[in-house]
């Protein structure tokens, strides 16, 4: 039987090629997710002992109390903060993250490149790749932060520092203490600490956080073989029906092998040895392949990203081992199906003709079952949308998709063979009889049909659901950003007026539509007997912002932040009555706390009441739909040093950038099963050419031309693809509205389901094109066979 087993594995080698092509595939996806879960690994903890070189120990995350005990006794604060920072020329970024570096020579823990560290406060060093990308030198002056709290600061020098520890610019921490926050990573020590303040050793502290970063890595890492599992089922799926294909074709040369005198088992084992020599040389090709793919993303990565944080590659046993594993696995569980008939195999058999194709489709039972199954699964996503417990609900939606998803796939031998002969009828009218062929042939072998349109229905349903889940999500985001952050950029007067000149010179800044003075004044705000300076400002009519920001009489509008100037829980202040001064005149004002940029926002009749000279307090700024918020940023800020920049649009673009990039990760991770997929319609497509070969050349012999045979299969390819696509989407878009419903009405009550039409239409149009490129080779195959050669065949 060995000789059978390599004569075997030689003759319908290319009839493997789907199968090698899903596995490998699979195996080489989680080898890329092995290669760059260990560069970035490595990429974070390269230097990640630097600034505890000198330290004692450490305290991770301390209280303001506890970091203020160790500093005082020698230690070190690592430290950064959110803060704006420009030249007189630029504005590098409206939330630039500023480090402490130390004046004392134990805890200058950075490369210094040029230059020295500081010695004093409004000295600072700038991280050398930063300056290199923003121009800024030894002896140039920043200004960091906003308003009365930025500080000058001229660099000193030019630093490297760890990926995990590095900030673009570090300035002395008296001077960080000066801003309203700072977030202190970890308090190091001088001497031994307090256990009782979470006082770790060097080594204890740097396990705990490698231990840390570990998770945070795996949690991606454990997110992309989701989706390396998810190829592996459709893997399955394509090597199943290879398999049921190949061995319907090879009937009559098992049954000759048993008529020679083969048993059942020799015959069996023969056929499993194929399946696993086949899944043993693809999982090997599939290591490597995820091996040169892995080295080259990574190298890619870091050339298109310098500052990147991706280390050297390490391959990990586990995971090559596990690949490998999983790679054989699959395709013997895949072939395992199919290689039961073989069992029930008569050598009788061999005598008998050709059969070619099971045309048996679902039966009563199973469609009965699959309904059921439908059934329950539909109820238990609608019962999951209206649980009270997000989580929960969101679990039970997960079940529910599971089930309703298996629910079809039983189903598939009654669903798609119908749906193929509705679209088959549709296409007849604009393509003629070979439409009508294609659609007969595809519903001949239900089961058949079936199986090839639901691997593609797995890529479909994923990509579709994730497109109208993001498109969900990315609308509720972008109103409730809008809500946010309604101004593109502003300038925001802290503690005197604006210059008259500054309206003019911002209309005149390129990327700038229109632009309008805000009238305000400086008020004050009583608090702890104390009063409190506080801006406000009255919204003018017009279109600079992009919602209504009226505000109705009597009511001042504020942030929780400008809230916290004066009430000690801001976030529970809303409806508070507070009363404004300016001058010899007062207002009293219900509060309004909500996420809102700039300062407080009065009505028109409120100031009128406080002043009868408001001054310009804020000049608020639409921008052009294409303007580059960065570049407007930078050029505005120069305008009015002093004020507050504030950068709406910037703020928006940036979210939305976060979701383009989730969204386009997920998508192109998920379009590896469906290439696969797309690959065993191909291969099915092929396989059904060598198998229908009589019946082509029968036809060609009654007159069918080979332009028409070609049509005829384009037809079938295209219909299963688009039939699978149908139905993908469909159940896609119930399983996203589904998902929204909990997870997205749960943080966002008012956001409203959203379908992205054109996204979900350019899907089922790219899976029917791609049908139709799957069915080129086989069709040239078909083509090429004369119809006597054809009639010959047995």
Known sequence: ????????????????????????????????????????????????????????????????????????????????????????????????????????????????????????????????????????????????????????????????????????????????????????????????????????????????????????????????????????????????????????????????????????????RSVRREALVLGLLASLLGLAVGALLGWGIVALVRQLAETAPLGAVSFEWPWLVG??????????????????????????????????????????????????????????IFVAVGWDDAQIGMLIVLFGCGVTFLGVMLLGPVLVPGLVRLAGSALATVVGSPAKLAAANAGRNPKRTAATAASLLVGVTLTTGVLTGMSTIRTATVEEMAEQHPIDLALQAESKPLEDSVLGDAKSVPGVADAVAVPGAMASVEADGKPVPLPVVAPPAGDVALKDLTVKPGTMVLSPFAASAFIEDSFEATGEKVTLVVGDRSATVTLDVREIDGAPQISAATLDELTDDPQTYAVWVRADAGADPEDMAGTLGALAPDAELINGKGQRAWVELQLDVFTWAVIGLLAISVLIALAGIANTLGLSVLERGREHALLRALGLTKRQLRRTLAAEAVLLSAVAALVGTALGVFFAWGGSEILVGDIMPDATFQLPVLQLVGVVVAAGLAGLISCVAPSKRATKVSPAEGLALD
Do not use: C
Request: aromatic share 8%.
């Open 323 to 380: 690949a490998f594993v999983l790679g054989v696995l699959t395709t013997l569980v895949a072939s395992w199906l199919p290689t039961r008939r073989l069992m029930r195999l008569s050598p009788l058999a061999a005598l008998r003709p050709q059969e070619g194709f099971d045309v048996r489709g679902a039966g009563m039972f199973r469609t009965g079952l699959g309904l059921s199954v439908v059934l329950a699964g539909v109820a238990t």
């Open 1 to 268: 039987m060995r000789t059978v087993l390599f004569a075997s594995l030689r003759t319908y080698a290319r009839r493997y090629a789907a199968a090698v092509v899903a596995v490998v595939a699979a195996v080489a996806l989680i080898v890329v997710t092995n290669a760059l879960t260990s560069a970035t690994k490595a990429g974070l903890f390269a230097g990640i002992d630097a600034p505890l070189q000198n330290a004692v120990g450490a305290v991770d995350f301390p209280t303001e109390e506890v970091t203020a005990k160790y500093v005082e006794q020698g230690g070190w604060p690592v430290a950064a903060s959110m803060q704006a920072v420009r030249s007189d020329e630029k504005m590098f970024g409206q939330e630039i993250m500023v480090g402490a570096v130390s004046t004392e020579k134990r805890w200058q823990w950075q490369d210094l490149e040029e230059g020295r560290f500081p010695a004093r406060a409004g000295e600072s060093v700038v991280d050398a790749n930063a300056a290199k990308t923003n121009k800024v030198a030894v002896g140039d002056t920043l200004k960091v932060g906003s308003g009365t709290l930025a500080i000058e600061t001229t660099v000193v020098g030019l630093v490297d520092a760890p990926s995990m520890w590095s900030s673009p610019i570090y300035v002395t921490w008296p001077e960080m203490q000066g801003w309203e926050e700072q977030h202190v990573q970890a308090v190091l020590t001088a001497g031994t600490g307090d256990k009782a303040d979470g006082w770790l050793t060097t080594d204890e502290y740097l396990t705990e956080l490698q231990t840390q970063l570990n998770q945070e890595v795996n949690i991606i890492a454990y997110m992309v073989l989701i989706f390396a599992f998810i190829a592996l089922f459709v893997s399955v799926l394509v090597i199943t029906n290879t398999f049921s294909i190949l061995f319907a074709q090879r009937m009559r040369d098992f049954a000759l092998l048993r008529a020679m005198g083969a048993t059942k088992r020799q015959v069996l």
